[in-house]
């Protein structure tokens, strides 16, 4: 039995109406382009099969894993790539999808590691962001919803690797 109580912050008509309007953006911004979308995994997962089905652009899909919280809440503030994409990047159009921004560090180590593979342009699309747990400097190009400072799960984000099959974004209480 679950000890947390989970109340409902976004939908999964509100966040799958956003994400159809994050693909509509990339789809005119990419327009006659491939982009090369990198999954972050495990959060992402669930975001990145939705917008990506929605894409009319053409698509090359990839993944990528970074160090994750570990079982709690609290960042360590260390990020390591623990799997690497496959796909030659040199010259493409790369769209790093996120599931959530806090501190920002994740995205930061993302952006140098893509921007070091000399592409075309490298864009983050994140489902959500915390800005107010911002300590580096991590803009989002593509951002679903802005969240307060609470722990949101569900729709592929975690507690403790559970509720990341919710199919709405929920907060713990
Ligand atoms: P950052 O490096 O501090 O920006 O952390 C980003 C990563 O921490 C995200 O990719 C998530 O996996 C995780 N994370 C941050 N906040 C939350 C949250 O509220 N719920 C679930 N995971 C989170
Ligand atoms: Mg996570």
């Given at each position: 039995m679950a000890l947390e109580t989970i109340s409902v912050l976004f939908s999964q008509e509100q966040v799958e109406k956003r994400i159809a309007e994050l693909a509509q953006q990339i789809n005119r911004d990419f327009a006659g382009e491939t982009v090369h979308v990198i999954c972050t995994l495990k959060g992402a997962m669930h975001f990145f099969t939705s917008l990506t089905q929605q894409l009319t652009v053409e698509v090359v899909e990839d993944i990528i894993q970074v160090t994750s919280?570990?079982?709690?809440?609290?960042?360590?503030?260390d990020v390591k790539i623990l799997i690497e994409p496959e796909c030659f990047m040199t010259g493409e159009n790369i769209i790093v999808v996120e599931d959530i921004v806090d501190s920002g560090r994740t995205i930061c180590v993302l952006r140098e590691y893509f921007q070091r593979r000399s592409p075309k342009t490298v864009r983050i699309c994140a489902l959500?962001?915390?800005?107010?747990?911002?300590v580096v400097d991590a803009p989002i190009d593509y951002c679903g919803f802005e969240v307060d400072d609470v722990f949101v799960v569900g729709y592929g984000l975690d507690y403790d690797q559970k509720y990341?099959?919710?199919?709405y974004i929920g907060f713990l209480k």
């Open positions: 919280y570990g079982a709690g809440t609290v960042s360590s503030g959500l962001d915390k800005p107010s747990r911002r990341r099959n919710l199919p």
